[in-house]
């Protein structure tokens, strides 16, 4: 059976920030360096981005890479540079030890912690 997303379609960086515990110069230093990407960037000055719940989770994910230790850079490549519904990262990330790298990431994991 395949999960539903949740009926919201987009959020603001401010729900952004308070879903996911960040702090505001954090996020604001990680979106104005293009680590975190909106689906939706702000289309004029004075507008807002919209983030996507799949942002979301790409967030979650870029944060918990940062916690193990990737540096702010690769964790955003590997985050944002995409996930199968299967969960597996495949992505050119210029590893020491090859080109490629595959991560299995729990997504029911990261979803569950989102609510």
Do not use: H
């Amino acid at each position: 059976m395949k999960k539903k997303l949740p009926a919201r379609e987009t959020y603001t960086p401010k729900e952004v920030r308070a879903k996911l515990n960040i702090s505001v110069p954090n996020f604001s230093n990680w979106t104005t360096r293009g680590l975190i990407v909106p689906t939706y960037p702000a289309e004029r000055q004075g507008s807002s981005a919209k983030f996507t719940y799949n942002d979301l989770i790409k967030i979650r994910l870029f944060m918990e890479l940062m916690d193990l230790g990737m540096s702010s850079k690769l964790a955003s490549r590997i985050a944002f540079g995409g996930i199968t519904k299967s969960g597996i990262i495949a992505k050119k990330a210029g590893f020491p030890l090859g080109d490629y790298c595959l991560l299995e990431v729990n997504i029911e994991e990261i979803e569950r912690d989102l609510k």
